[in-house]
């Protein structure tokens, strides 16, 4: 005997409780994750991701490429900020 379709599936069985139709990169300061891990591993990643730009500029900017305010201005705050969250 074949099975009867369910005349009114769930398009969503398992809707997410916290839904986010637009993502932003506050979400963890915005909804009180800063002290938890989560908050832990969004300081690491942002600040390895700036921390990796200022290397790159420090690269370009020892070859002559580009002027030193490009490396110092726009990354290296935020890397050492971010960063300095990480260890408490």
Do not use: Y
């Not at 069985?13 to 139709?21: A, F, G, S, T």
């Not at 908050?39 to 580009?66: E, M, N, P, T, Y």
């Amino acid at each position: 005997m074949a099975r009867r379709p369910n005349p009114n599936p769930d398009p969503n069985p398992n809707p997410d409780p916290n839904p986010n139709p637009n993502p932003n990169p506050a979400q963890v300061w915005w909804r009180g994750l800063v002290g938890s891990e989560a908050g832990w591993i969004a300081s690491a990643c942002l600040g390895l991701f700036h921390g990796g730009a200022v290397c790159a500029f420090l690269w370009a900017w020892r070859c002559g490429a580009i002027p030193l305010t490009k490396v110092v201005l726009p990354h290296a705050p935020f890397a050492a900020a971010f960063l300095w969250h990480c260890t408490f």
